[in-house]
């Protein structure tokens, strides 16, 4: 899938990426899901909805989105001005294709007396379709705001709908979409796990399954787990997320050990996420030289999901980017 492009062979990759973000003003962002290479020479690591922030408040020209498709276009939405190039196009979500959207403007249709409360982790038509956008750190702070009275559709993922709703008694209608990483957590394989390393908290995303949540001593985004690992005390964590974060957490704490939660076959292979794979130094260093491949949008539709997007920026101002969605049952507590 990312053989070495021969037609570079020779070519100092790094070097050039380094001489085309300045060339191009360009600012190179990383989800923490990235390859190490790539998250070490970004100029932002973070999670989706913080880098496109943090894009938008430059003044760079360019965003090379080291990512997946719908945090580029989440980007492109905030920054319509600057060119946003995704290293490889086909990098896209589990959770955005479980959305399609003529599927979901039926399902919608089908009930009008609904609002639609999206995950940020779906299509800029999907966006557009819906009310409010959520992110895993703002979601509860957002349902809190909506009357009891209202009836709410969920989606596209129906773990952290599901999350949601036993942690707020909210009765959600929940899309069935589930992110394809997070499932393949086996909950016989973490258990193994807790019993070799007892005591070591467990970290959970809020896409795994009921089953992989109900072991965890701690529920959050992608920068909820790494602050929480950085700062709770402990010497060994389990980490049910993406294990590419686990990167960040070895440098910012070495004295510690991080351990990924195993999929069915014991080790953690199963858990990396193949759309995130798809980007390579090779690929960025390609989206600077040429600015392609490119996130275009029609002004309408870019307008359209803008408005769901800052909605969930109005009504959760001072939890967006704090990665937090609770603490279940932290050990000690
Ligand atoms: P966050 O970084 O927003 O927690 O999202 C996790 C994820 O699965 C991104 O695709
Ligand atoms: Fe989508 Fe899951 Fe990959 Fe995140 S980890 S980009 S939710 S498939």
């Known amino acids: 899938?990312?053989?070495?492009?021969?037609?570079?062979?020779?070519?100092?990759?790094?070097?050039?990426?380094?001489?085309?973000?300045?060339?191009?003003?360009?600012?190179?962002?990383?989800?923490?899901?990235?390859?190490?290479?790539?998250?070490?020479?970004?100029?932002?690591?973070g999670d989706s909805l913080d880098l496109s922030r943090k894009a938008q408040a430059t003044d760079a020209e360019v965003i090379a989105f080291c990512g997946v498709r719908f945090m580029a276009e989440t980007a492109k939405i905030l920054s319509p001005d600057k060119i946003v190039v995704l290293p490889d196009m086909n990098a896209g979500c589990s959770l955005e294709d479980s959305c399609p959207p003529d599927q979901f403007r039926a399902f919608r249709e089908a009930h009008p007396d609904h609002i639609a409360l999206t995950y940020i982790n779906s299509s800029a038509e999907v966006k557009a379709l819906s009310d409010i956008?959520?992110?895993?750190?703002?979601?509860?702070?957002?349902?809190?705001?909506?009357?009891?009275?209202?009836?709410?559709?969920?989606?596209?993922?129906?773990?952290?709908?599901?999350?949601?709703?036993?942690?707020?008694?909210?009765?959600?209608?929940l899309w069935p979409g589930t992110c394809i990483v997070h499932e393949a957590f086996s909950e016989t394989e973490l258990l193994k796990l807790k019993a070799q390393y007892p005591g070591a908290p467990v970290l959970a995303h809020p896409e795994c399954p009921g089953h992989i949540l109900d072991h965890a001593d701690y529920v959050g985004a992608t920068s909820g787990i790494l602050k929480y690992a950085l700062e709770a005390e402990g010497d060994i964590f389990i980490v049910a997320t993406e294990p590419h974060i686990i990167h960040q957490m070895e440098k910012a704490a070495p004295d510690k050990t991080f351990i990924g939660?195993?999929?069915?076959?014991?080790?953690?292979?199963?858990?990396?996420?193949?759309?995130?794979?798809?980007?390579?130094?090779?690929?960025?260093?390609?989206?600077?030289?040429?600015?392609?491949?490119?996130?275009?949008?029609?002004?309408?539709l870019r307008l359209e999901a803008k408005k769901s997007l800052d909605r969930m920026l109005e009504m959760a101002a001072h939890t967006v980017g704090k990665g937090d969605v609770g603490k279940p049952h932290i050990t000690g507590d």
């Not at 979601?139 to 709703?165: M, N, R, V, Y």
């Not at 953690?268 to 995130?276: I, L």
């Open 1 to 45: 899938m990312n053989a070495p492009n021969p037609v570079l062979k020779g070519l100092d990759v790094r070097a050039e990426i380094d001489r085309l973000r300045v060339e191009r003003k360009a600012v190179v962002l990383a989800h923490y899901y990235q390859a190490p290479e790539i998250q070490d020479l970004a100029d932002f690591v």
């Open 133 to 173: 956008i959520v992110t895993s750190s703002s979601a509860e702070t957002i349902l809190a705001q909506i009357p009891e009275s209202q009836k709410i559709i969920f989606g596209p993922d129906k773990h952290l709908g599901g999350w949601l709703a036993r942690k707020t008694g909210r009765d959600m209608l």
């Open 261 to 300: 939660a195993p999929g069915a076959d014991g080790n953690c292979n199963c858990n990396m996420c193949p759309y995130m794979a798809l980007n390579t130094l090779e690929k960025l260093y390609v989206a600077l030289r040429d600015l392609e491949p490119r996130i275009e949008m029609a002004e309408s």
